[in-house]
C-alpha cells in the first residue's frame, strides 16, 4: 500500500507540473546543480509556466512531500525534470538530510527520499533502477525551499546509465495545493 501511493504521488507531480499555472511569479532562484558534470539550469515560475512545485499530503503516519524542479528551457526535446519525495512519520515536517531508499528498503525506514529523473533528450526516465546519496531539505519560508543534494546517483533499471546530482538550489516552489 505505501510503496502504491508513493508511486502514483510521483507519477502525479511528473504530469502535473506541466498543466498548472498560477498568477504569483516564482523571484528566488540560487544555487548551482550539477548532473553528470553539466549545469542544471535553474528556471522560475511565471504565470501559465510553472518550473519548480511541491505537493504535500498524507495519511495517518504516512506524510510525503514532492518537490519537481524543471530545466530551464524552451526546447521541449531538451526538458530534464527532477522529482525528489521526502517521506516521513511527521506530518508538516521536511527539513532533515534524508537517505534514498530503493524499493526493496521501504517498508523498512519511515523516514527517506525517493528520487527520479526525466530525460526528454533520450526519453528516460532515471530512479527507476538503484538511487543512492542523501539530500538535505530546508523550509526558508513559505514556498521556499533548500535543496541540497550530495551524491545522488539515479539509475535505470537494466542498464549501468545513471545521472548524478551534486549542488544545491533554493526555489519558489508552486504549491500544486
Do not use: H, W
Not at 539550469?41 to 495519511?59: I, Y
Not at 514556498?143 to 550530495?150: D, I, M, Q, S, V
Amino acid at each position: 500500500m505505501k510503496k502504491t501511493y508513493l508511486l502514483s504521488l510521483i507519477a502525479f507531480m511528473s504530469f502535473l507540473f506541466i498543466q498548472c499555472s498560477s498568477d504569483d511569479s516564482s523571484r528566488v532562484q540560487n544555487g548551482t546543480l550539477l548532473v553528470n558534470g553539466n549545469t542544471f539550469a535553474l528556471g522560475t515560475n511565471a504565470p501559465g509556466d510553472v518550473r519548480n512545485s511541491v505537493l504535500s499530503g498524507g495519511v495517518s503516519g504516512f506524510y510525503t512531500t514532492a518537490f519537481s524542479i524543471t530545466k530551464n528551457t524552451t526546447d521541449p526535446t531538451d526538458l530534464d525534470v527532477i522529482t525528489i519525495t521526502i517521506v516521513n512519520d511527521q506530518p508538516n515536517r521536511v527539513d532533515g538530510t534524508y537517505s534514498f531508499a530503493n524499493e526493496n528498503d521501504q517498508d523498512a525506514l519511515e523516514n527517506y527520499a525517493v528520487g527520479g529523473y526525466f530525460s526528454a533528450a533520450n526519453n528516460s526516465d532515471y530512479g527507476t533502477g538503484q538511487v543512492t546519496g542523501t539530500v538535505k531539505v530546508t523550509k526558508i519560508s513559505g514556498n521556499t525551499y533548500k535543496l541540497e543534494f550530495n551524491n545522488v546517483s539515479m539509475g535505470r533499471s537494466g542498464t549501468s546509465d545513471a545521472k548524478t546530482i551534486t549542488g544545491y538550489c533554493e526555489l519558489e516552489f508552486q504549491s500544486l495545493l
